[in-house]
């Protein structure tokens, strides 16, 4: 089992609609999480941090649920310029800074 | 303007052939990060250097090396012992601190290396 799941999409949403992504982890003793995004052929740029109490950045919500294992990402009012893949990034507890990526989940958004 | 800057964008590479990719950073950051991203995976760490002169081997180290005599930079060498080099090479680096200051990584533009 991957120690970050995801689902890779892609996602083809219209322009003002509503996405949302989901994650998984498997190791219970993770401490921080993060959502990066990644434009085609670019490099990873970070999106927010996920914090215990969910978090909101504009049109962006995340969400970390302890219990399942999981955190969510929410975008609103999708723009065409949101296109990319996300990437689900957990740090596992212990020793230096030790990230974890996901493979990432592609969103296409259209007109 | 502080950045991290890797080179080349694109390198090729012909068989038994060493290549050494560069990565400078000026945003005085201790730790840095090698990275290999495949189509469809997720990055997956070649070495990290937490201070100078240090440098650990991370998940996939076999077939690379690194050196970290400077802060500023953390180049890595792919060996001909690395058989399937063809990959997106990305370096990071991260502050000093605690807490999620620490934990952040920041990307260079990556190296897109080809096997001739």
């Known amino acids: 089992r991957k120690e970050v799941e995801q689902d890779p999409g892609p996602f083809n949403v219209p322009e003002g609609a509503t996405v949302a992504f989901n994650c998984t982890y498997s190791?219970?003793?993770?401490?921080?999480f993060f959502w990066y995004r990644q434009d085609c052929r670019k490099e990873p740029k970070l999106l927010m941090s996920?914090?215990?109490s969910g978090n909101e950045d504009g049109r962006f919500t995340a969400q970390l649920n302890r219990a399942s294992q999981y955190i969510s990402l929410l975008i609103r009012d999708s723009k065409l310029s949101d296109s990319a893949t996300y990437l689900c990034?957990?740090?596992?507890?212990?020793?230096?800074?030790?990230?974890?990526f996901g493979a990432g989940t592609r969103l296409a958004v259209h007109p | 303007d502080g950045g991290i800057t890797q080179s080349p964008k694109y390198l090729f590479r012909k068989e038994g052939q060493n290549v050494t990719l560069s990565c400078e950073q000026n945003?005085?950051?201790?730790?840095m990060y090698w990275y290999r991203q495949d189509p469809g995976q997720g990055l997956r760490l070649i070495y990290y250097?937490?201070?100078?002169?240090?440098?650990q081997k991370g998940d996939i180290a076999e077939g690379y090396s690194v050196s970290r005599e400077k802060k500023e930079s953390f180049p890595l060498t792919v060996t001909s012992a690395q058989k399937n080099p063809t990959a997106f090479y990305l370096c990071?680096?991260?502050?000093?601190?605690?807490?999620?200051?620490?934990?952040?990584?920041?990307f260079g533009p990556g190296t897109r290396l080809l096997v001739l």
């Open positions: 990071a680096s991260s502050p000093s601190g605690q807490g999620q200051r620490k934990e952040t990584q920041y």
């Open positions: 190791n219970s003793a993770s401490q921080s």
């Open positions: 996920v914090y215990s």
């Open positions: 990034v957990v740090r596992f507890s212990g020793g230096y800074n030790k990230l974890i």
């Open positions: 945003l005085n950051h201790d730790a």
């Open positions: 250097s937490q201070i100078v002169n240090d440098f």
